[in-house]
């Protein structure tokens, strides 16, 4: 990393890669050669990466197990080359049956502390999808990846370590909320200001820098209010702190575009018109609004005359009520920041609507240290091994975003219009071509040759 915060990549960057279980080798074997082609005609041979292969899941487990044990499914080499190489890409990886590792792609994430799991999700042009729409989706998903759920704090029922929590929750702490506290588990998920901050100042800095509209943050706040709660308002406190004069949030612009309507407007009614339950409030509630209405007013110099339009919105909605708007509107969503559990959830439902994970590229990434994993969203699929069979567009869009972050922007864009073609020609894999009318059927390895052909 530079002094300023961006990667310093050389013309021959030396990048680790897991091909992958199941049918990660197919994947892969078709996916590189895109990357190494859309290099090559994209530079002319003065750019060109060096591929170096690490091991992690099924191949170095069988041939390692009787050395290193449960180690053996990802070696300490492993993680240390992505640590040392800084950015890396991988294919499916196998989630191993019993043993002390819950999954080899968490571990990754949080050893190497990648804190952002970064789901762009948009619809390329023929791609078959169940909504009416699929045009309308283009988000960006920032979802936290060592928080929540993915802490993986819990103990089993019926073992003492729970009777242990239970019985502190219950006798010391004065909990009441436990329906059946003898034959419960007990999980809990810790959601902390640093993690949510830095989430959220990435997703900031990310739609500020790709000209973005807004950032939407998701959470279920309104039943866990000192977590999700929590994970809102520092998210609104980062943003008005450290991005003020280059955003504006929901609330402050109905503020502001009243004000700018009807100038003589009073604080109390400007209130009434964004809070229209105001006169049933409590005296101490009306006052807060009140405040929060002449703070938004005191930004007239700054965001009024409409000058707010032109500035990144901050916003926020309700879990629930942003799986049903997805489908409804989902025009109205650009970048969204959120925790772990409703990220997993949103950015899987994103993808069914443009065609499936099959085509849905993810990343794992610090921005403060730098480190990068991109990989496929899928599973190893594996009664599809060796088959030459599978769509290899998550491992290959993957790639394009692994382009992207190491500056190589002709290359990734080259890749990105030779895809849109190549779908839009119908010349696909099964997963697409059952659905669509009139198009060619290709291998998994006959797609990567088209979309070279493409470029």
Not at 279 to 296: H, L, R, T
């Amino acid at each position: 990393m530079g002094n300023d915060g961006r990667l310093n990549v050389p013309d021959n960057p030396i990048i680790p890669f897991i091909e992958g279980d199941g049918t990660g080798v197919d994947i892969w074997n078709a996916s590189v050669r895109v990357f190494d082609a859309a290099v090559e005609k994209a530079y002319g041979g003065n750019k060109k990466i060096s591929w170096m292969e690490v091991y992690a899941g099924e191949k170095p487990f069988s041939l390692f197990r009787d050395k290193m044990g449960d180690k053996a499914w990802l070696p300490d080499e492993t993680v240390e080359a992505f640590r040392e190489f800084i950015v890396g890409i991988k294919g499916p990886l196998t989630t191993p049956i019993g043993g002390g590792i819950r999954s080899l792609n968490v571990a990754l994430r949080h050893l190497l502390d990648l804190y952002v799991c970064l789901r762009p999700v948009r619809w390329f042009q023929g791609v078959p999808s169940p909504v009416k729409k699929p045009e309308d989706v283009d988000v960006v998903i920032f979802r936290e990846n060592c928080e929540d759920i993915y802490a993986g704090i819990e103990w089993m029922s019926g073992t003492p370590e729970c009777d242990k929590v239970k019985n502190f929750l219950i006798n010391e702490m004065g909990v009441s909320k436990i329906r059946f506290p003898d034959s419960s588990s007990i999980g809990i998920k810790p959601i902390s200001r640093q993690g949510s901050e830095r989430l959220i100042r990435a997703a900031i800095e990310y739609a500020l820098d790709h000209k973005r509209r807004s950032v939407t943050l998701v959470h279920k706040g309104n039943i866990m209010k000192f977590t999700e709660g929590a994970f809102k308002d520092w998210g609104y406190r980062l943003a008005t702190s450290e991005f003020r004069d280059r955003i504006v949030t929901e609330r402050e612009s109905w503020i502001i575009d009243n004000q700018d309507r009807n100038p003589g407007l009073g604080i109390e009614e400007n209130a009434r018109m964004i809070d229209p339950g105001f006169e049933m409030m409590s005296p101490g509630q009306k006052d807060d609004i009140c405040v929060e209405v002449e703070a938004a007013l005191a930004l007239i110099p700054t965001h009024g005359a409409g000058r707010w339009k032109k500035l990144l919105m901050i916003k926020d909605t309700i879990a629930d009520i942003m799986m049903q708007q997805v489908l409804t509107r989902a025009k109205e969503f650009d970048v969204v920041a959120t925790m772990n559990l409703e990220g997993d959830f949103l950015s899987d439902a994103l993808a069914a609507q443009v065609g499936g994970i099959g085509i849905a590229p993810g990343a794992n990434i610090n921005y403060i240290t730098g480190h990068a994993i991109f990989e496929a969203t899928h599973g190893t699929a594996p009664k599809y091994a060796n088959l030459d069979k599978v769509n290899p567009g998550s491992v290959i869009l993957s790639g394009v975003m692994m382009l992207e972050y190491l500056g190589w922007q002709q290359a990734a864009d080259m890749i990105t219009r030779a895809i849109d073609r190549t779908i839009g020609q119908k010349r696909v894999t099964y997963d697409f071509e059952r659905m669509m009318d009139g198009a060619t059927l290709l291998s998994c390895s006959g797609f990567a040759d088209a979309v070279i052909q493409n470029m």
